[in-house]
Nanobody, 117 residues
Framework: QVQLVESGGGLVQAGGSLRLSCVAS????????MGWFRQAPGKAREFVAR????????YYANSVKGRFTISRDNAKNTVYLQMNSLKPEDTAVYYC??????????WGQGTQVTVSS
């Protein structure tokens, strides 16, 4: 069993920045993949970024490439999502998840990010 807890969401003006954190607990997951997803009102949940714990290989959705950076701190069991140059269309509930990169077994409760224009 894995527990994931996100934090760092909030209200920010367009062009601003936020850093989301996701703390994982419950089992050793150094070989797992961690990902960030988001869901805007009335829309399906979509992939944002992912990172492997062991080698820090990253992958991004085209919509956030160059603006968002995913990173991890193995010692703290924490994954971060640094979000810069935020746009109103980035407004969503952001979720972290863990799995093998194809199947995401565990999800956090989500944190709200609101970008005002």
């Amino acid at each position: 069993q894995v527990q994931l807890v996100e934090s760092g969401g909030g209200l920010v003006q367009a062009g601003g920045s936020l850093r989301l954190s996701c703390v994982a607990s419950g089992r050793t997951f150094s070989s797992s993949v961690m990902g960030w997803f988001r869901q805007a009102p009335g829309k399906a949940r979509e992939f944002v970024a992912r990172i492997t714990w062991s080698s820090a290989i990253t992958y991004y959705a085209n919509s956030v490439k160059g603006r968002f950076t995913i990173s991890r701190d193995n010692a703290k069991n924490t994954v971060y999502l640094q979000m810069n140059s935020l746009k109103p269309e980035d407004t969503a509930v952001y979720y972290c998840a863990t799995g093998d990169g194809s199947v995401w077994n565990y999800w956090g409760q989500g944190t709200q990010v609101t970008v005002s224009s």
